[in-house]
Each structure stands twice: as structure tokens, then as C-alpha cells.
């Protein structure tokens, strides 16, 4: 049997400040609009199954 040297691992990659608030605020919005959404569907849902 051959034993194989382990592979090189890549350079790991450091963020900086702004490039991580950029994806929190994205997330954050992606959220929140979910959130609203979700919101905006379950307050209509009765009058939608109604038919008024």
C-alpha cells in the first residue's frame, strides 16, 4: 500500500470589515422581507380561502 502525502490546503481567505457587513446586511434583508411577506400572506389567508 501507498501512503499519500496529505494535499496542500488553499490559502484560507480573510474578509474584511466591510466585505462581512455587506453579507450580514444582505442576509438581514433577505430576512426581513420574508418576515414581511409571511406576515402579509397570514393576514390575507382567511379572506383568500373565503372567496370574499
Do not use: D, W
Amino acid at each position: 500500500m501507498v501512503a499519500h502525502a496529505p494535499a496542500a490546503s488553499p490559502a484560507k481567505r480573510h474578509y474584511t470589515h466591510r466585505e462581512i457587513l455587506e453579507v450580514l446586511s444582505g442576509l438581514m434583508l433577505a430576512m426581513l422581507t420574508s418576515m414581511i411577506s409571511t406576515s402579509v400572506v397570514g393576514t390575507a389567508l382567511p379572506t383568500i380561502v373565503g372567496g370574499n
